[in-house]
């Protein structure tokens, strides 16, 4: 499965951002996705995910309230909406595909190219 992830930028603080990674194939409705970000000189780190049939979302605290993970089987593709963010959300952030909707990055099988999300303050 190859994912693109696009729609990072450069926005201040307190704005919003919509991330969007699209899938190869039609089997992306098979996997759970998973957004993650790394910042300069920090490890990767878990956003959010959601399971293969939408029942399930989790969220890290640091974005809880303010980040909505979404999914459209339909259109192979995974959504991250990202309000009222905030300096230290700036990183690359990267989608994943894998068969359970866990944390650990190490479980996701199938890697997104990252997009670079830039908050100003």
């Known amino acids: 499965v190859q994912l693109q992830a696009s729609g990072g930028g450069l926005v201040q603080a307190g704005g919003s951002l919509r991330l969007s990674c699209t899938a190869s194939?039609?089997?992306?409705?098979?996997?759970?996705m998973g957004w993650f970000r790394q910042a300069p000189g920090l490890e990767r780190e878990f956003v959010a995910g959601?399971?293969?049939?939408?029942?399930?979302?989790d969220y890290a605290d640091a974005v809880k309230g303010r980040f909505t993970i979404s999914r459209d089987n339909g259109k192979n593709t995974v959504f991250l909406r990202m309000n009222n963010l905030k300096p230290e959300d700036t990183a690359v952030y990267y989608c994943?595909?894998?068969?359970?909707?866990?944390?650990?990055?190490?479980?996701?099988?199938?890697w997104g190219q990252g997009t670079l999300v830039t908050v100003s303050s």
């Open positions: 959601i399971d293969w049939n939408y029942i399930m979302t």
């Open positions: 194939e039609r089997t992306f409705g098979d996997y759970s």
């Open positions: 994943a595909a894998g068969g359970r909707l866990v944390r650990a990055a190490g479980s996701y099988m199938f």
